[in-house]
């Protein structure tokens, strides 16, 4: 079966202007979280969203939101973008209820902010 | 909040050695899973582990639950060039509104041929 989607692959921004990021989850999936990837402050909980709902949020500024889409798709977006934003963004879909077969990841999104 | 943290940060063998990385947490872990992520690579998921003191094989992998469920191990044997990457423990929650990953810090595996 296909597997996550994240799209774009890399984004180069500009501090101060606003981004979008796309995921679309495996078929049947209704989870998707996200996360953030730096190489000071490691793999980092964004949020997770089920069903279209935002079930839990990180410890991020309320400058990076979320949403689900009733196919399951997820965006996020970061608005008023920081130098510090810079990381890999991955989201990561699973069935949402537990499984023993974890999560499965995207690619990612590479966000550069200059 | 809570910390998982893993040790080594980084560890260099010559290929056929054994390697080993520990995970441990400031509180009890919910459940634990292991990651691999390539260079450049995103996390590939290995195994989940539920119950206190389990132990897992898969292949030249072993991993183990602490009986306190505070701390994991992942063991390989023989490694080859193709284990090279970071190997991450994650404490997963799940139930109610709270399904999540905590990372820990990773392990970089480096293999020389």
């Known amino acids: 079966k296909a597997g996550v989607t994240q799209t774009p692959r890399y984004l180069i921004k500009t501090r101060g202007q606003q981004v979008t990021l796309s995921c679309s989850p495996i078929?049947?999936?209704?989870?998707v979280s996200w996360y953030q990837q730096t190489p000071g402050q490691g793999l980092q909980f964004l949020f997770e969203?089920?069903?279209?709902?935002?079930?839990n949020k990180g410890n991020f500024p309320g400058r990076f939101s979320g949403r689900q889409f009733s196919n399951s798709r997820s965006e996020m977006n970061v608005s008023t973008l920081e130098l510090g934003d810079s990381a890999l963004y991955l989201c990561?879909?699973?069935?949402?209820?537990?499984?023993?077969?974890?999560?499965?990841f995207g690619s990612g999104t590479r966000l550069t902010v200059v | 909040g809570q910390q998982v943290m893993q040790i080594p940060q980084y560890q260099h063998v010559q290929e056929g050695e054994d390697f080993t990385t520990y995970c441990n947490s400031s509180t009890t872990l919910s459940n634990i899973q292991w990651y691999k992520q390539r260079p450049g690579g995103h996390p590939v998921f290995l195994i989940q582990l539920v119950k206190s003191g389990e132990v897992k094989k898969q292949k030249r992998l072993t991993f183990q639950f602490g009986e306190a469920k505070k701390n994991s191990s992942l063991h390989i044997t023989a490694t080859q060039t193709t284990d090279v990457g970071t190997y991450f423990c994650?404490?997963?929650?799940?139930?109610?509104?709270?399904?999540?990953?905590?990372f820990g810090t990773g392990t970089l595996l480096a293999v020389q041929p």
């Open positions: 078929s049947g999936h209704r989870s």
């Open positions: 990561a879909s699973g069935t949402g209820v537990g499984s023993i077969y974890g999560y499965t």
């Open positions: 994650a404490d997963s929650f799940y139930g109610g509104a709270t399904n999540k990953l905590i």
């Open positions: 969203y089920f069903s279209e709902t935002q079930r």
